[in-house]
């Protein structure tokens, strides 16, 4: 076999490997409405649009220094644009029936870096979901 056809089919193995990763991601993520744990560090987030239409999502709580602190850790991240635009959020904290008024604060500075270190996940959790960047937001009660 020449150089050329080793190049070319190197070239088509890892575009292979690549295509099946991209689809391992896709199905992963997918996956999430179906999949979505629930237990005792869930909450559930009802974010709203423009037009008031009313979102859900599960997330995991992460209580840090008597903060809460929702992440974003996966490329479908619409929730996270509605917490953005509408920071008035509603939260259902676990082991709780009610939705109670929050505004979603995002981080920037050293808190940021901070809770990036005490909140993160392993190279096996952020292989399976494709790298995503993070993002963090802080949930504080509204009155």
Same mark, same amino acid.
């Given at each position: ?45 009802? +974010? #709203? ?11 995991? *709580? $992460?209580? @840090? ?32 029936? +009610? #939705? ?11 808190? *940021? $870096?901070? @809770? ?28």
């Amino acid at each position: 076999m020449n150089g050329r056809k080793v190049v070319k089919w190197g070239g088509i193995g890892i575009a292979g490997l690549f295509l099946i990763y991209l689809g391992s991601i896709i199905w992963f993520e997918t996956q999430l409405g179906v999949n979505q744990p629930q237990g005792s560090t869930s909450l559930v987030l009802a +974010t #709203f649009s423009s037009d008031n239409e009313r979102h859900e999502r599960v997330l995991r *709580l $992460e209580q @840090i220094d008597g903060n809460n602190y929702i992440a974003v850790n996966h490329w479908p991240r619409r929730w996270y644009g509605y917490a953005l635009d509408n920071p008035n959020v509603e939260v259902k904290m676990p082991g709780t029936d +009610t #939705f109670r008024p929050y505004v979603a604060v995002p981080l920037a500075g050293a808190e *940021l $870096e901070r @809770i990036s270190e005490e909140y993160s996940f392993g190279f096996e959790f952020r292989f399976r979901t494709g790298f995503p960047p993070r993002r963090f937001l802080r949930l504080e009660p509204r009155s």
